[in-house]
Structure formats: structure tokens, C-alpha cells
């Protein structure tokens, strides 16, 4: 979803939750996992997205969280594997 210039890929609710999901993807682990290319300036951004979106939503009172995404296609024939990462923070490392 674009937000201005700013975009969020994912964005969830459940009750008064709102997650947004930054999604990252690669065809492999290395040279690094794919969140660990989620850089503390692009968590500032979608975090000032995320304001602004709420803000133009009108939502009232919810809680707000910002999750990570990583998708591997380096299964059995591409498959993709996915992990998840909820309330992330900089820098985030896989472990």
C-alpha cells in the first residue's frame, strides 16, 4: 500500500491490533538472510508510515505492531519457506 512516497506491504488487523509487515525475499541465505537487509532507516520509514496511515484511517484507539517477513524460494524445487519475526527492532539478525 503506498502512503505518499512511503509504502507498507502488509497490513493486518485483529480487533484493535494493527500489524504492518515488512516482507523481504531472496533466492538464498547468503551473503545475508533477507532481514537482515532491513536497515534502521527503512524501519523509520515504515514506522512514519504506519503513522500516517492510522492517521488517515481514523481507526480510533488501536494498538500498533511492526512485524518482519523474510521468504526463502531456496526449498525443494523453489518452494518458498518463510519466517516470521513479530515487534521487530534494529538491527534485526536471524539467528
Known amino acids: ?11 493486518a488487523r485483529r ?3 494493527i ?3 515488512e516482507v523481504r525475499s ?4 547468503r551473503p545475508v538472510f533477507p532481514t537482515e537487509t532491513i536497515s534502521g532507516k527503512k524501519l523509520a520509514r515504515v514506522r512514519r508510515a504506519t503513522a500516517i496511515w492510522l ?3 481514523k481507526l ?3 494498538q500498533a505492531r511492526i512485524d ?10 523453489g518452494e518458498p519457506r518463510i519466517e ?3 515487534n521487530v527492532s534494529f538491527p534485526l539478525r536471524h539467528t
Open 15 to 17: 480487533g484493535q491490533l
Open 68 to 77: 518482519a517477513a523474510a521468504v526463502l524460494f531456496d526449498g525443494p524445487a
Open 84 to 86: 516470521y519475526y513479530e
Open 26 to 29: 531472496r533466492s538464498s541465505a
Open 60 to 62: 480510533g484507539r488501536v
Open 19 to 21: 500489524v504492518v509487515c
Open 55 to 57: 492517521r488517515q484511517q
Open 1 to 11: 500500500m503506498r502512503v505518499g512516497r512511503l509504502e507498507l506491504d502488509v497490513i
